[in-house]
């Protein structure tokens, strides 16, 4: 076994090093978590932000500029900061020990992957502070609002975006060829752990899209700067052009962002039910066909932007037929439950609330595909409420469930069931709060983005604002918690660490090793 | 605020007993609405019909799922002695959740078709009316009838900024609403002139992006005279979420007798162009005119966003000659959110607007602007 890793006691200098330096997995992992975390924190601040001028009709604590600039920059953190490297930050963790391998196949593009980060988000958040503000044109940045009238920090937007491509694309192709080449012998692919299996479908997808990004952020550079008309109409352009590409980004994206968690919360379930996971080769298949769907419904972003109407109903159709294998999904973790031996830990609370949440997301997913329908729902609050009830019980319930899950495995301490399962009531109740009114405020018309609005949707706002107050509190619950148990948990000495957990990860020490599997593991 | 709350659990309770019935109370801004608007033309009755039937299906399939899920989470818990079995697979079971889903689909897909070709179903208008989106305003031209006209928010920016009490129409009153007759097929051609923006009638179920350099189509037809409120549903900058839609719907003989006085109001203001304008009369027009088309950008007091919106007071084009001042606002400015106003403003508001841009504020440069002025250059273009 090689020496380990610097710690305090080797002085800052080796202790700093070891960060900056390092090619280790788990070493990674943790700084991608910790930096997401850090992130969200830094989003959920922009989120209060906004809900707390929405508190009342009028402005009362910002002006609405500076409300565009928090709904915009509260749309990327979240999205490119906080949940993206949330899950490869798991990625690294987990995959090298769920496959039986030593670490990623490319180390030091991990490490470069992770470093560049930081730097794409200083010179994101930088642009608050520069004379005309940050960007202020949505997370979707549509032409020509994000072009010809943005501020002039745009162009470190569209770095900053760049970069942060860059960093996606690195780690995607790390996570393929580390499962493609890495794996322990007798780990076949249909023997993979589902989290493994829904990561390289996400990473493949990554590869796809973000050049896609990528070609958007550059046509809108060269028209800024370059006196192109990509999309400029007065220039000959098409400012649908460009819904065009974001959306062809846009839509994998989502699905970017909730197809490993599935993957955590396939791994959760079949333990806290001590049964295996039922339809595992369904599941599989299912991942793929939503990935490869997830290619051809961008356009349903777009039903009132003057489509003709045959291209309506293609997407229409198209985006309806997603339910089908998302319903597999849900039907396969609930069966797995299904005559099981079940326990609620604080994991497992948070994976049946991503159930039940996500699959309430997806029912208002299904209603937005009917294109008549979204016609009255398009860029309203039901809208909003849709996609935080994907994303946030969606994706970061799941990691929250992930990060109590595997947290005993990584530091070798277990931390405070209570207090966790304390966090996750108050969870649930906040997010419930702040995001189930906003599909009323929706169907009775509130528009998203607005930094004020009339006096009829004064009520159902102060709900909201309350609920996401209460949400937000749950978060420095949660950073409490994992501090605490680092510094005080009790200390955890098996293996298995659950009762009812399957897979290599839980064959090897706990804490686990520095370095783990110098030697494949056989798998029958 | 107990009131409230109570009001609030108790809409909540309606919505559980009477789902369908609550959309009936049409134009009710009522704080508590819940659903989607039933509306008042055929294509928003379709949209909220393909809505409840999806609300319904999902809420089957929810009751069932979710009741099959808390069944289980009950009865095969550990601590009532459950002893987990091995299964992990089941072929028919497997089979039939994914084709019963997908025929439930296919199914649901007919009427959704149904009504998607109800809301393109735009042939043969009695009346056109395009609707352009500006900065952060719209415009109504009546095709074929020689009127056009501005509407745009007409709550004061005290009431926003909490200075005044807020009216019981807050950020849903427009100086000059849309005006069409019932009964009579009309057809939106909406585009925009700046950056996107998107027309919406709730009610009407109309809801069409205003693209630059592209025209979307959307239609209405209604029975029910009455005021319908709508908004701008794409964000298109700082004045998004002020430039309320109000429409209003009048029988067939008010809303000739409206047309023809905005024909006569148009023809009378040709005849007044030529007219010389005193400097206290234009000052006031111009406040008046810069309030509302102005301030949004370079702020009521002159000064600008640093940065963003550059400062009129002291500036060199107010200060410089008065050719130069007026062709930035019939022009616009290349590249920047500085818009043409030649097509939004009449002569005498830009003469106004000019006059009180050179005078306010310490500017003092003591000329007078008068329409013929602004006439003059726009005709020497």
């Keep these: ?524 | 605020m107990l009131k409230r709350a109570q009001a609030l659990f108790l809409s909540l309770l309606s919505l559980v007993v009477s789902l369908p019935a609550l959309g009936s109370a049409v134009v009710e801004t009522s704080t508590r609405q819940l659903n989607m608007p039933q509306g008042v033309t055929e294509v928003s009755q379709a949209a909220y019909d393909i809505h409840m039937v999806m609300v319904w299906v999902c809420t089957v399939i929810g009751v069932g799922v979710f009741g099959f899920m808390f069944y289980v989470m009950y009865a095969h818990r550990k601590s009532r002695g459950a002893v987990a079995e091995n299964f992990h697979e089941n072929l028919v079971v497997e089979l039939l959740w994914t084709i019963v889903p997908t025929i439930i689909l296919i199914v649901m897909a007919f009427p959704a078709t149904t009504a998607l070709l109800k809301v393109y179903d735009t042939d043969n208008p009695d009346i056109e009316i395009k609707v352009t989106g500006y900065q952060w305003k719209w415009q109504y031209e009546y095709l074929g009838e020689g009127v056009k006209f501005m509407s745009e928010l007409n709550t004061s920016l005290d009431e926003v900024y909490g200075r005044e009490p807020k009216g019981e129409h807050y950020l849903r009153e427009v100086t000059e609403p849309l005006v069409l007759p019932v009964g009579k097929k009309v057809r939106f051609l909406v585009t925009g002139n700046d950056v996107i923006h998107s027309w919406w009638v709730p009610d009407f179920g109309v809801k069409r992006d205003a693209v630059p350099g592209l025209f979307t189509s959307g239609w209405a037809k209604t029975d029910e005279p009455g005021i319908y409120v709508g908004e701008c549903t794409e964000l298109c900058g700082l004045g998004h979420a002020f430039m309320p839609v109000v429409v209003e719907v009048k029988e067939e003989a008010e809303y000739n007798e409206w047309l023809a006085g905005k024909k006569a109001e148009a023809a009378e203001y040709a005849s007044t162009i030529g007219k010389q304008w005193s400097a206290e009369e234009l000052m006031v027009r111009g406040e008046e005119v810069y309030e509302r088309s102005c301030a949004a950008c370079h702020q009521s007091n002159g000064e600008g966003i640093p940065g963003v919106f550059p400062a009129l007071k002291d500036s060199p084009i107010a200060l410089g000659p008065m050719v130069g001042h007026i062709a930035v606002l019939i022009d616009g400015v290349a590249g920047t959110s500085m818009q043409s106003f030649a097509d939004q403003l009449s002569e005498v508001d830009i003469a106004a607007v000019v006059h009180y841009e050179r005078n306010a504020w310490d500017n003092n440069v003591g000329d007078v602007t008068q329409p013929l002025d602004v006439l003059n250059y726009k005709q020497s273009k």
């Excluded at chain 1, 999205?79 to 030091?108: E, H, K, T, Y």
């Excluded at chain 1, 012998?185 to 590869?207: C, D, Q, R």
């Design chain 1, 1 to 524: 076994m090689a020496h380990g890793p610097a710690t305090l006691a080797d002085g800052w200098k080796a202790y700093i090093s070891r960060w900056v330096f390092t090619t280790n997995h788990k070493d990674i992992g943790t700084l991608y978590l910790w930096f997401s975390f850090a992130m969200f924190i830094l989003g959920g601040a922009f989120a209060m932000i906004i809900r707390a001028e929405l508190f009342q009709p009028g402005m009362q604590l910002i002006k609405p500029e500076f409300f565009n600039q928090m709904t915009t920059m509260h749309g990327l953190v979240m999205v490119f900061g906080a949940i993206m490297p949330a899950f490869v930050g798991l990625a690294n963790w987990m995959i090298p020990l769920m496959i039986g391998a030593p670490d990623m196949a490319l180390p030091r593009m991990n490490n470069l992957s992770f470093w560049i980060l930081p730097f794409a988000f200083a010179i994101l958040t930088s642009t608050l502070f520069m004379e005309g503000g940050g960007p202020n044109f949505g997370w979707t940045f549509y032409a020509p609002l994000s072009t010809t009238y943005a501020p002039e920090s745009v162009n470190f937007f569209i770095f900053a975006i760049h970069i942060m491509g860059a960093s996606s694309i690195m780690g995607s192709i790390n996570i393929i060829a580390t499962v493609m080449n890495m794996r322990a012998p007798g780990m076949t692919y249909m023997k993979m752990p589902l989290f493994v299996w829904t990561w390289v479908i996400t990473a493949f997808l990554l590869v796809a899209v973000m050049p896609v990004l990528a070609g958007a952020v550059t046509m809108m550079l060269m028209d800024i700067n370059f006196g192109t008309s990509f999309f400029n109409a007065a220039g000959g352009g098409d400012p649908v052009l460009f819904q065009h590409v974001f959306w062809f980004f846009g839509h994998p994206e989502v699905y970017i962002i909730i197809l490993p968690a599935f993957g955590v919360v396939s791994q959760i379930i079949p333990t806290f039910s001590r049964k295996p996971l039922f339809g595992y080769s369904s599941m599989v298949y299912a991942t793929a066909a939503i990935a490869f769907l997830s290619f051809v419904v961008w356009a349903h972003h777009m039903f009132t932007v003057g489509m003709p109407i045959a291209g309506e109903l293609y997407f229409m159709y198209a985006t309806m037929l997603i339910a089908v294998p998302t319903g597999v999904k849900v039907f396969n973790w609930i069966t797995t439950m299904y005559k099981g031996s079940l326990t609620f830990e604080t994991p497992m609370l948070f994976s049946i609330a991503f159930v039940i949440l996500f699959t309430f997301g997806g029912f208002t997913g299904l209603m937005l595909s009917i294109a008549a329908a979204d016609m009255q729902y398009h860029d309203t609050y039901f809208v909003v409420a849709h996609f935080h009830y994907v994303m946030v019980a969606g994706a970061v319930f799941s990691g929250t469930a992930a990060i109590y899950y595997w947290l005993p495995k990584w530091c070798g301490k277990m931390y405070n069931e209570t207090m966790g399962q304390v966090q996750f009531w108050v969870a649930f109740v906040g997010f419930n709060i702040a995001f189930m009114p906003q599909h009323f405020l929706g169907l009775a018309g509130m528009p998203r983005r607005y930094a004020d609005y009339g006096l009829q949707f004064a009520d159902w706002n102060m709900v909201s604002s309350v609920g996401a107050f209460i949400y937000g509190g749950a978060q420095i619950m949660l950073l409490f918690n994992v501090i605490m148990t680092i510094r005080n948990g009790k200390p955890v000495a098996d293996e298995k660490v659950w009762e009812g957990a399957e897979g290599l990860e839980w064959t090897v020490a706990t804490p686990a090793p520095y370095h783990t599997f110098a030697k494949p593991p056989q798998v029958k």
